[in-house]
């Protein structure tokens, strides 16, 4: 009886904690494993290790939820054509899989250099419209991989 009390008692603390943190909380049980919402779906392709077998997903959804992984531009320019052409490249990943700018919930912004932060900045002015998401920037130590000099994952909603 007390083990089933203490358990009531964490999850209404943790029900509380996400309400305040404004996490929706859902519980397995309610939800069926036939459910399509509720399943992990690769979305996007499939990134092997080179030493074989998978390593990353470049787009997955789950639930009414798309998670696009990092994009970074491999080619020689300028933090702004970068950033441009990083955002471009998110817009068609989400486009593609059945969200948009305006969707887009959380982005994570990764630096070569934190110099570059005023002028990703001009460049990524707007690009969300009139509600940008919850952002994260951070300048890497070592740099961004592929000499990218900005790498930008995001999370989405779903079109329903």
Not at 35 to 56: I, R, T
Not at 78 to 95: C, G, Q, R, S, Y
Request: charged residues 25%; hydrophobic residues 35%; aromatic residues 6%.
């Amino acid at each position: 009886m007390k083990s089933n009390t203490r358990r009531s008692a964490f999850k209404k603390l943790g029900t509380t904690l996400a309400a305040m943190l404004g996490i929706a909380s859902v519980q397995a049980s309610t939800r069926s494993p036939k459910d399509k919402s509720a399943q992990k779906q690769v979305v996007g392709s499939v990134v092997e290790h080179e030493k074989g077998g998978p390593l990353f997903s470049s787009a997955v959804a789950y639930g009414n939820l798309l998670f696009i992984a990092g994009k970074g531009a491999h080619f020689d320019g300028d933090i702004t054509a970068h950033t441009n052409h990083v955002l471009d490249e998110l817009e068609k990943e989400l486009v593609k899989n059945g969200s948009s700018m305006d969707k887009v919930l959380k982005v994570n912004v990764y630096l070569h250099d934190l110099a570059d932060y005023k002028k990703m900045n001009e460049a990524y002015r707007g690009r969300f419209g009139d509600s940008p998401p919850v952002r994260t920037t951070v300048a890497t130590y070592g740099g961004v991989p592929g000499d990218s000099l900005v790498e930008i994952d995001c999370i989405a909603a779903l079109d329903e």
